[in-house]
């Protein structure tokens, strides 16, 4: 039974893979993509004021807005996994951000010193407000993460029930510190807090990108090295996970701590461009994210998904509304197509693998 | 064959398991010798999970006590088994099917090269090394390919290349004849042989009797969570191990 071991291995039985037939060319965002190629051609043709710069503007600022939250979720989905506390998320960590804001520029607030020019301390250096604001924003997000993590991972609860649970207490804490009234960034760093979350740079919104910026990083971490491996592997089998020595419950807080902070930084990005942070702000947006995530081939299942599909079922749901409006369409029907779109999605993704 | 002034690499002294008030196990005695290849057999129930299991970590034994390399050693986790050289082969094989057969050889112990502060994978060298280890085993699996894609015994070939990462001393496996074909079988037992000549130790936990006879030094017959039987191949049959599985035999 001594088997010869230098010579070569060959594959007489087992052919390779098509080229077509594997990676993003066999995949729900490879359709997705397609489609979405198609309807950019349709709406050009449909509406002449689609391609205007200042329509392609807009739509690349309202994806933006929902798509890197849905980077986030895409983290906890591909675990199997499910958040939808994001919206709840985006909306506290904005309001603390702000309440955090205006709390240290005014004076006369008993956590902070006057100078003697009259300002507050904090005021005097440039941008420290900001910071400290948008951390103190982050930092909320960052315990929600946790909290959700360590329900999830180490008491076993279920995501569902967990985050829908989590929905309900950030939304009411909410409401609890603004008193139902919502909070505006202000002080001496309010323009810059504008400039970065609504400004452009060269005619390019700079949520947009943000977006990139977070969704290259994504890619890097998701494919590139261990952490992503691991997030996969329990998304595909967590109990093969367990068993190879992978640490599921730390690799599962930190997809919650991920997506929260994801969550919270689209809170505050959206703040900066409604210019306040009102107490039912993003009501119902984890629909939307949990939603372009899942068109754009994210698997609820678990173990499939990524960056690009992300961006993708974001742009999808913002053209189908912006295209919508051009057209002149109720917007009433939004919501119906959105619905439509996410069964269509996911029925030719299981029509294709029945196929294969 | 086998030999017998070596230092056993694991040493079982009155292991017993029970969950509640289920015995599903009882004093069992049992040594493993480098390089040798043990038959662990039994019918559904008999105790072999259990034993192995209580082996690779899974579970902590109620009485007994477990020596490895002439140490005595207790495992709360299945890592801590494996830290020491201890690796199975699961019968449903423990792999994420949506990642490829590279990946999951290297699942939870991935190279990785540095780029200052970051530590990306290694892909190239994984791939590589993984397409070693599937020639070492004769077996036709791309390092690239889905394991989803994959028939029984590339699944099997994976799950067994992944032991031979480490340097392990002993191997469990669990049915891993059970689901392929009988050319993958014939590779199966000729890695097995290949272990052994390392003085890998090998634990074969089979229902199938000729694969039994085929490699295995020394054949175990558990029973209602005893051993019922502890014999060297050529001092037993085929015929006779039936009968101790049955119960048609009480002990040998």
């Not at chain 1, 503007?57 to 807005?65: D, E, G, I, L, T």
């Not at chain 1, 491996?229 to 640490?247: C, D, M, Q, S």
């Not at chain 1, 079922?313 to 917007?331: M, T």
Request: proline share 4%; charged share 15%.
């Amino acid at each position: 039974m001594a088997m010869p071991l230098e010579s070569p291995i060959t594959f007489s039985n087992v052919g390779r893979i098509r080229w077509w037939q594997r990676g993003i060319f066999a995949s729900q965002t490879g359709y997705v993509l397609l489609a979405l190629a198609v309807l950019l051609v349709i709406m050009h043709f449909a509406s002449p004021y689609f391609f205007t710069e200042g329509n392609m503007q807009n739509v690349a600022k309202n994806f933006s807005f929902i798509a890197i939250a849905t980077l986030g979720v895409t983290f906890v989905i591909i675990t199997g996994g499910i958040d939808l506390s994001v919206g709840s998320m985006m909306c506290f960590s904005a309001m603390i951000a702000s309440m955090v804001m205006t709390e240290l520029s005014a004076p006369g607030s008993p956590l902070v010193h006057m100078a003697a020019d009259g300002k507050t301390v904090l005021a005097n250096v440039p941008g420290l407000i900001l910071l400290m604001s948008i951390l103190a924003g982050l930092g909320v997000a960052l315990v929600v993460g946790l909290v959700n993590g360590f329900c999830i991972a180490v008491l076993g609860l279920s995501p569902f029930v967990t985050t829908l649970g989590m929905l309900s207490i950030v939304r009411g804490l909410g409401y609890v510190v603004s008193n139902g009234r919502g909070s505006f960034p202000g002080g001496p760093d309010a323009d810059y807090f504008y400039a970065l979350t609504s400004g452009d740079v060269l005619g390019v919104p700079v949520p947009f990108i943000y977006l990139v910026i977070l969704a290259l990083a994504m890619a890097v971490v998701l494919h590139h090295t261990a952490f992503g491996r691991h997030v996969f592997a329990l998304g595909g089998n967590e109990k093969a996970a367990e068993l190879t020595g992978i640490p599921v419950v730390r690799v599962k807080i930190e997809v919650y701590v991920i997506c929260a902070l994801a969550a919270g930084l689209q809170g505050i990005i959206i703040s900066g461009w409604l210019g306040s942070a009102p107490a039912n702000m993003a009501t119902s947006y984890e629909l939307n994210v949990i939603a372009a995530a899942v068109i754009g081939g994210a698997n609820l299942a678990g173990g499939i998904g990524g960056p690009l599909g992300a961006i993708v079922g974001c742009v999808l749901l913002e053209v189908i509304r912006n295209g919508l409006v051009l057209a002149q369409v109720s917007s009433y029907w939004q919501q119906t197509l959105v619905g439509v779109i996410i069964i269509l999605a996911v029925l030719v993704d299981r029509i294709r693998s029945r196929m294969t | 064959m086998t030999n017998v002034e070596a230092r056993p690499v694991l040493e079982l002294s009155g292991v017993g398991k029970e969950f509640g008030a289920i015995r599903a196990l009882h004093d069992v005695d049992m040594h493993v010798l480098p390089g040798e290849v043990i038959g662990l057999m039994g019918d559904n129930g008999a105790g072999k999970s259990t034993l192995v299991k209580i082996i690779a970590g899974n579970f902590r034994p109620t009485h007994g006590e477990i020596r490895f390399a002439g140490d005595a050693v207790h495992f709360n986790r299945p890592v801590d088994a494996r830290a020491v050289g201890i690796e199975v082969v699961y019968q449903d094989l423990a792999l994420a099917d949506n990642l490829t057969a590279a990946a999951n050889v290297f699942l939870g112990r991935e190279l990785k090269r540095r780029f200052g502060p970051l530590a990306l994978l290694d892909h190239k060298a994984m791939a590589a090394r993984a397409l070693e280890l599937f020639g070492e085993l004769r077996s036709e699996t791309r390092p690239d390919d889905l394991v989803r894609q994959m028939s029984g015994g590339q699944r099997q070939a994976v799950a067994i290349a992944r032991t031979r990462l480490s340097n392990a001393r002993l191997v469990m496996m669990d049915e891993p004849t059970a689901a392929i074909s009988v050319r993958q079988v014939e590779q199966v037992l000729g890695l097995i042989h290949r272990l052994k000549e390392q003085g890998v130790a090998v634990m074969l936990i089979s229902h199938r009797m000729p694969d039994v006879f085929a490699v295995c030094d020394r054949v175990i017959v558990m029973r209602r969570g005893e051993k019922r039987a502890d014999k060297p191949i050529h001092e037993t049959s085929p015929e006779e191990v039936t009968a101790l599985i049955t119960g048609a035999k009480e002990a040998a």
